[in-house]
């Protein structure tokens, strides 16, 4: 026991000398950015009365300060945006505004002021330079920078127009670069400075260094070296210069070659993505219960207005909406999908033109409602912040994140609906009814509540379809019969009421629709592949994946 309380004590004791440590290095730390702050604003206030001659010397002195701020103040003078308020020689940042006005900020508290004419306004002076001098010591702030994004963002504005005194900034800092992305591009700056201003054996290293580097910058500049080499009687070292150029030139176009061809292969799986979810359900539907349901385009739209009402409603969970649209454009239109299969489709059982037209009737009536309660103008759906910008791979290839999350999307979803028609009751009923529907009634399965359940699925699924379209596209009435028919396409293709089939049709239209449409345009790429489509329905009627079962014969 008195271990175990002496124990107890001193951790105690410890735990207070930690907490009394982190106590005093905070204090420390609170005078060392009031002393460096108050520093700061002493330089910033002699910025008004400060000759031109004298000017370097206080911008190198204020760059040394290393406060968040200090970037701004440099970056406003540079961008000709820093004035000084001739009354009281307070600094603002004046930007021009309407009426002749110039709004204002305080430089320092970052407080609007009130707009004032140029009159009472006096620039601080600079020229180029002290713009010079104010580019390299901006840059050196942005390359030690604690975010490499900033670092990279830095090192690429260098990179497109390197100089001496870039170059002189790189070098120093590279060595203590520790990212290697960021110090990969350092030193293919150097190299393209040393490709523009070296000798003929400096020329022939940097390009061996270049190699393959997929940066534009370096393309232009060998092209532009190639573009001025003499053409006829070139020296010794013109010709080995001309024949180092060419090959890194072609390595350069082989690879951008690559990269183009994965960058079409990303799109053609981001459209049959696409087309998968569209018609996935329709698949299960059309499969099970022989129905040519033309409202399957508004159970689309549904999913997509669900998105677009779900952000009006909770205005400050737009990173969390569409987490919350995909089960609820599920809900509503599966609801909906129920409610068509149990008031009109199964009355139209066996007569597959009254239900064509009876469903054309009904996507009618959904577009006319969502025009009366929506208007007819398009809507548009915010993208969360998790699904914007691009992974950048390389300088010339990346991924789009909305695209790249509806791929990924669109297979969980697949193999979701995989296992519920494989592993559970309700998929063997659905297997049992769309293969021989008269022996799934003889055993007792209840088909029409398989039909109206499948139908409320498909449609459901056709709503998650919506959710992903309202982040590719606006939303508006017409959103689903923009995409009816390709869902029509891909169930005939790849089988009716096989999902394998429709997975390998989906992805199939969408990577012949990509790749023809750089050579033959939008629309004779679809054209293309309708044509194809109809000669091969013609050799094979029941699709890729034809369905198995007596019913079918």
């Known amino acids: 026991m008195h271990r175990i309380f002496l124990l107890l004590l001193l951790l105690v004791i410890s735990g207070q000398s930690y907490a009394i440590k982190a106590e005093v290095n905070d204090e420390i730390n609170k005078k060392v950015n009031k002393k ?4 700061l604003t002493s330089l910033v206030n002699k910025l008004p009365t400060t000759t031109l001659r004298n000017m370097a010397p206080l ?83 942005d390359l030690t920078d604690e975010n490499k994004q900033v ?15 870039s170059t002189a900034i ?26 523009k201003a070296g000798d003929h054996a400096e020329k022939i290293e940097a390009l061996r260094q270049l190699s393959g580097s ?38 350069i176009e082989t690879r951008a070659s690559f990269y183009s061809l994965l960058e079409t292969v990303f799109f053609g799986l981001s459209l049959g993505s696409v087309l998968l979810l569209a018609a996935i359900g329709l698949a299960i539907t059309f499969g099970v219960m022989g129905v040519i349901n033309m409202a399957h385009g508004e159970m689309i739209m549904l999913g997509a207005y669900t998105t677009y009402v779900i952000q009006l409603a909770f205005p400050s969970m737009i990173e969390y909406s569409l987490l919350i649209a995909v089960p609820a454009a599920f809900i509503v239109s599966g609801s909906v999908g129920i409610i068509i299969e149990r008031g009109v489709i199964r009355f139209l059982k066996g007569r597959p033109l009254e239900t064509l037209l009876a469903t054309f009737g009904i996507s009618l009536i959904l577009q006319q409602l969502v025009r009366t309660i929506f208007s007819p103008l398009n809507r548009q759906v915010i993208s969360p912040e998790w ?20 791929i990924i999307f669109s297979i969980f979803v697949f193999v979701s609906l995989l296992m519920i028609l494989k592993k559970t009751s309700l998929g063997l009923h659905v297997r049992a009814v769309s293969q021989n529907r008269d022996m799934a009634r003889a055993l007792s ?64 239209l969408g990577l012949t629709n990509k790749f023809l449409e750089p050579v033959t345009g939008t629309v004779l790429a679809n054209i293309i592949v309708l044509v194809g489509l109809v000669l091969f329905i013609q050799k094979r009627p029941k699709g890729l994946f034809p369905q198995k079962g007596r019913s079918t014969d």
């Open 445 to 508: 399965i209840k088909s029409d509540w398989v039909d109206a359940i499948t139908f409320g699925l498909g449609s459901g699924i056709a709503g998650v379809a919506g959710v992903v379209l309202s982040q590719l596209t606006n939303v508006g009435p017409n959103l689903g019969q923009a995409y009816i028919i390709d869902s029509f396409l891909v169930v005939v293709f790849g089988g009716v009421g096989n999902l394998w089939g429709t997975l390998v049709a989906a992805m199939s």
């Open 387 to 406: 699904m914007s910008g691009s992974w950048q791979i390389n300088p010339i290839f990346s991924l789009t994140f909305n695209r790249l999350y509806i």
């Open 214 to 251: 997929l940066e534009p910058t370096v393309k232009n500049e060998v092209v532009r070296l190639l573009a001025n080499l003499p053409e006829k009687e070139p020296s010794a070292e013109q010709q080995i210069l001309q024949e180092a150029l060419s090959n890194i030139l072609e390595e």
């Open 151 to 165: 670092r990279l963002q830095a090192v690429q504005q260098l990179l497109s127009s390197p100089g001496k005194e």
């Open 59 to 141: 911008i190198e002195q204020i760059s040394q300060t290393k406060k968040p701020l200090t970037r701004n103040v440099l970056q406003f003078m540079l961008d000709g945006e820093l004035y000084y308020l001739k009354a009281n020689k307070q600094l603002v940042r004046a930007q021009d505004a309407a009426n002749r006005l110039y709004k204002l900020t305080d430089l320092l508290t970052g407080q609007s002021l009130p707009d004032v004419k140029k009159s009472k306004l006096s620039k601080v002076r600079t020229n180029n330079r002290l713009r010079s001098s104010l580019r390299s010591i901006i840059a050196k702030i």
């Open 170 to 195: 790189i070098t120093e800092l590279i060595d203590n670069e520790k990212d290697q992305d960021v110090q990969a591009l350092m030193a293919t700056t150097l190299f393209l400075q040393q490709l």
């Open 36 to 39: 460096t702050h108050s520093k």
